[in-house]
Structures are given as C-alpha cells and as structure tokens.
Antibody, heavy 111, light 107 residues
Framework: EEHLLESGGGLVQPGGSLRLSCAASGFTFSNYAMNWVRQAPGKGLEWVSS????????YYADSVKGRFIISRDISKNTLFLEMSSLTADDTAVYYC?????WGKGTTVTVS | EIVLTQSPAILSLSPGERVTLSCRASQSVSSHLAWYQQKPGQAPRLLIY???RRATGVPARFSGSGSDTDFTLTISSLEPEDLAVYYC?????????FGGGTKVEIK
C-alpha cells in the first residue's frame, strides 16, 4: 500500500528553524514529483513547495521563498522541508503529498 | 498567480439531492484541474484529476466537468458521508493554487 508519513513538527519560537521529514513507502519514490501543502488552523489548503522526481527542479510559494528548502533523498525514500525564519503565519498542519496520496500531516506551531 | 474562486462557500442539502460545486479560474488552466475532498479531522483525498477523471476508488456519484476557466464538481446523489469541504486545485502553472473551498453540510 502506498503510504506517506510526516514527522518533525513541533513548537518553535519566532525566528527559529525546523526540519520536516516525510517517509514514503509502497511505490517507486523517484518516479514521482512530491509536494508540501499546509493548512493553517481553521483555514483552507495552501500549496507550499514541490520537487521533481529527480530532485533537479524545485518550486516555492512566494510566502516561503528564501526561507524554506525542499529536498529529497531517493536512497532513503524521504522528502524533506527545511524551514527557517519562522513566523506565526507559518503555524499550520503540513502535509506531504503526491498528487493522489497524502500523509496525515505534522503540526508546526510558531509561538 | 492563477486565482481559483469556488462557489458557494457553504451548501446545505438533504441526502439524495444533486450537488453542484463551481470553481472558476482567473485565467485558462486548460484541463489541469483537480478536486479534493477533506472530511473533518482528515487529510485531503483526491477525487478528480484532469478536470474529469475520477481517481482510483472514488464512487461513481462524483463527476467533474469543465475546461479553461469554468469547472464543476457534481455529486449525483448526496450521501451522509459526503459531509466535507471540497477544494479545487490548478496544476497548469506555478505557483500551484487552491480555491477557498466549499463546505457541504447535510440537512
């Protein structure tokens, strides 16, 4: 079964950093582009970042550009999101997603 | 940035009724549009991709239509388990964007 499991969320102070991980299983990880999508409390979905299957191409929302870095380790079937200069506006549940497979999310609270 | 506008914001209907949700794009996205369902406390689930293709395991009562700037998600006969927020997402251009969502309530 295809599965994504996020980890690394938590409470961080404004200006701090955090690294999210997403472990993929049940499919050939390198064949798929991957995404991070977030959802602030009580709000809608916001696309954050995407990375190509090879990792050569990356894309970011303007709201995180220059602060977040997406990467992947194909040998470990793991997707990452390095987040820095965090603000209260980054407080959200962060989902790791293929187009059709989503993890359950990990919560980031900046306070 | 392509802005997606969903309407209505909230819809309250009885089981068995037909549901029509709208998603309008600020510029053409061709057929690069997906619909997601998010039930309370759960992650989103892909329902429709490429505007009209049903994702694996999605019940036949869900269908998508449209192209360019106007898209529709239809639930042919509402079931109680369809209580959720429905989002459209365009994959035509960067940045990827979501609509604001339509909340479907069951009377």
């Amino acid at each position: 079964e295809e599965h994504l499991l996020e980890s690394g969320g938590g409470l961080v102070q404004p200006g701090g950093s955090l690294r999210l991980s997403c472990a993929a299983s049940g499919f050939t990880f390198s064949n798929y582009a991957m995404n991070w999508v977030r959802q602030a409390p009580g709000k809608g979905l916001e696309w954050v970042s995407s990375i190509s299957g090879s990792g050569d191409s990356t894309y970011y929302a303007d709201s995180v550009k220059g602060r977040f870095i997406i990467s992947r380790d194909i040998s470990k079937n793991t997707l990452f999101l390095e987040m820095s200069s965090l603000t209260a506006d980054d407080t959200a549940v962060y989902y790791c997603a293929r187009k059709d497979v989503w993890g359950k999310g990990t919560t980031v609270t900046v306070s | 940035e392509i802005v997606l506008t969903q309407s209505p914001a909230i819809l309250s209907l009885s089981p068995g009724e037909r549901v029509t949700l709208s998603c309008r794009a600020s510029q053409s996205v061709s057929s690069h549009l997906a619909w997601y369902q998010q039930k309370p406390g759960q992650a989103p689930r892909l329902l429709i991709y490429d505007a009209s293709r049903r994702a694996t395991g999605v019940p036949a009562r869900f269908s998508g239509s449209g192209s360019d700037t106007d898209f529709t998600l239809t639930i042919s006969s509402l079931e109680p388990e369809d209580l959720a927020v429905y989002y459209c997402q365009q994959r035509s251009d960067w940045p990827l964007t979501f609509g604001g969502g339509t909340k479907v309530e069951i009377k």
